[in-house]
């Protein structure tokens, strides 16, 4: 930090062209960073549409919903049941985790005593960092032949449901405690002192002034859910078809692609890569929306 | 000092006293904030504390209403009562006590819903369910603060959109609503431009009227237009220290200590 400290003391040119302009330096180097991310992520875009185009210039979208069925060897490349797979896990885990992971960062905030909620924070966090093929395993090893016990075959949606679950429920807790912790202190310290309760306060104050953080919580895990892929094949048992319980084998749209890319050839990997694009254009979704809802409905931004 | 203290507190037991302490000391881990701090609220009046930042005025104010049960590593001693009843008591229902005890911040804090649920909430909370009831009492405590007029066509609208100073009066009214007793305020004009901090101080004046106010505030100006009692805190051996208390008249005409004197005429402070 030398160089800033001798830029602020010292702002006159004169003093300026007797030493080097690590300033200079130091932005041009975060200019190139941020053009390479930015380029990264152009690229990928790029290359998925290069990639796709084969497929869909020659026979367009309509094969991937009026097919009779995936089986690209006989050209063949009906997507609903992975769509239908990735869409039922996908929510099932959502609707789970999210109560699950609100009340957590509630008794986080709230309830618990300083130390303990920072101890149960750092526990969380843990949770987050755990590589996806551990809960894959474990999910493989465990959950499985127990939802095998309940009702064969054990590998299915609900295993997916489950280990997905596990899986967002950090981000989820994290991001609605960080959205209650940017609730201002003088909303507590105003219902508090009107005599109001702990939870009256949390449902009446609280949870309209993180509302806006608490979306974009959740609209960033179901990024994620979607784009699970290890565990999830883990776990589902990967047969294409639309799922009519919830104890029935699934396969992700990104499962998928991890399971069939290695020998694909010609359409059949060119309909992969429209897979690919369509998860992209979702998640890109998911994070507009997320944006959109963090500048507009956000009470508190508003104020200040 | 003590002597003077209890003398003034004498003259004031005169009148009715509402609320009162009794050597109120505040610590925060091994800081001490206030010491030894005795003064009476009367009924029907307004209590000026005045005296330089950081000599423990606004943490007295949280004492009385327990919001110093919500800070961690705090600790309270001395004694508070209202009327008859020991607030110190840890069995005490801190709500009831709250109710009866307003309190307003020095930055307004209204919350984020819009205007009407602002009431609507906290008396829902204390038992007043009926709409019309609840409508009522909107209506009257608007327009105790003169907000009635500005407000009564946007009460479905953000208490955010409102400017400060209507925010601030709707922070009293909110406390008016519960119909408490005593007033506690924060420096309650200091966040706000001068002409909002004028229609506030005006307001405060006429809260005289039904309530105990206890005001704390920087502006000794002020202090002299509204105050009928004054308190001076000052920071002695590094800990807040209420050095003179009494009729405001007295305080400002006819200081008893050095510093107060020095204080009040710009010398000090």
Redesign the interface.
Known sequence: MTWLKDKISSPSKLNKSSQFDWDWVLVWVLRIMAAITGAIVLLIVIFLILESLPFLQVKGIGPFFTDQRWNPTEGLYNFTPMLWGTLLATMGSVVVATPLGIISALFCQYYAP?AIGNLYRRLIELLAGIPSVVYGFWGLVVLVPLINRLHPPGASLLAGIIILTIMILPTIALVADASFGKV?Q????????????KW?TIC??VF??AKSGLFTGVILTVGRAIGETMAVLMVCGNVVETPSSIFDPIRTLTANIALEMAYALGNHRSALFVSGLALMAIIVLLAVAAEVITVTSS??T??S | MTVTNLDNLQATTQESVLMRTEQLSLSYGKKIAFEDVSIAINQSKITALVGPSGCGKSSFLSCL?R?TD?I?NCRVTGRIFLEKWDVMNRQID??????RV??I?Q?P?????DLW?NFA??LK??GVKNRQEIDLIVERVLKDVGLWHEVKDRLKD?A??LSGGQQQRL?IA??LA?EPEVLLMDEPCSALDPISSGVVEDLIASLRQKYAVLVVTHNLAQAKRIADYVGVFWVRDNRGKLIEFGEAKQVFESPQHDLTAAYISGHRG
């Open positions: 300083v201002p003088e909303y507590l310290l105003g219902a508090t002192s009107l005599g109001l309760s009256g009446n104050v309209p002034a009470p508190v508003k104020n | 209403n919001l919500l961690d801190t709500i009831a006590l709250r109710r307003g309190h911040f930055k804090n209204p919350f984020p819903l649920k909430f906290p909370e204390h953000s955010l959109a922070c909110r406390a519960l």
